[in-house]
């Protein structure tokens, strides 16, 4: 079975500057798709980013890009100019390509400092 | 644009009740999953639809059954309802398999119950 790992319960980071939040994952696939959700307050689940695994280009999305690791299943997310919008919960997710469930990390509290 | 609606946005129930959770996909999505996130964790997979069949089944009870009429739209339908249902029920919908975007998946707000 396939498992998501968030070793980081919570983060802080001062507004315009840099986080990264790590996730890691076990799967015997060697094709499927990575995703970063955003649950803020409102829990509302928002996509904020997606990596198919056979693309060896990191994705990006505006402020959010990642760091894919395939080898070390690692899936890290790297926000840059922090705005106080971006407190948050973040979920890492994974889905293997022929499967229909996403499988959800613990998640990670992102606290942003004014 | 538009996107996943779910209704009703909360709902109170007492135990032993039952209650029916609806969700529209957002058009031309054919593809239908239910999500169950209890209070401080993570969301757990229920059952998903692709075509007004069941495609796959996660952790679901027994007391719980799901279905997806013709236009697509998708309810979930809980009963002898206990304590432990109270959670944050999510609905999302996707493309068909095949390709990058019916990967992915996009939430509805969330139908809040609260069993008592």
């Known amino acids: 079975a396939q498992t998501v790992t968030q070793s980081q319960p919570e983060m802080s980071v001062q507004e315009a500057e840099t986080v990264t939040l790590s996730c890691t994952y076990d799967?015997?696939?060697?094709?499927?798709?990575l995703f970063w959700y955003k649950q803020p307050p409102s829990r509302q689940m928002i996509l904020v980013i997606r990596q198919e695994a056979y693309k060896q280009q990191n994705a990006t999305e505006n402020r959010f890009s990642v760091n894919f690791q395939k080898a070390a299943k690692s899936f890290s997310l790297k926000i840059s100019d922090s705005q106080l919008g971006d407190a948050a919960m973040y979920f890492c997710?994974?889905?293997?390509?022929?499967?229909?469930?996403?499988?959800f990390g613990a998640g990670t509290i992102l606290r942003v400092k004014s | 644009a538009a996107g996943v609606i779910q209704s009703p946005r909360h709902l109170i129930k007492e135990k032993r009740e039952t209650a029916t959770l609806k969700c529209y996909p957002i058009p031309r999505h054919d593809t239908v999953y239910w999500y169950q996130q209890g209070p401080g964790q993570d969301p757990q997979f229920l059952i998903s639809f692709y075509e007004k069949m069941q495609s796959d089944k996660g952790s679901i009870p027994d007391r719980f059954s799901a279905q997806q009429f013709s236009d697509y739209h998708s309810e979930l339908n809980m009963s002898s309802l206990e304590l432990g249902d109270s959670a944050l029920y999510f609905c999302?919908?996707?493309?068909?398999?095949?390709?990058?975007?019916?990967?992915?998946?996009?939430f509805g707000p969330g139908t809040r119950l609260l069993v008592l």
């Open positions: 799967t015997s696939e060697s094709d499927y798709y």
């Open positions: 997710a994974y889905r293997a390509k022929y499967g229909n469930k996403l499988v």
């Open positions: 999302a919908s996707s493309l068909g398999p095949g390709g990058a975007e019916g990967e992915t998946q996009y």
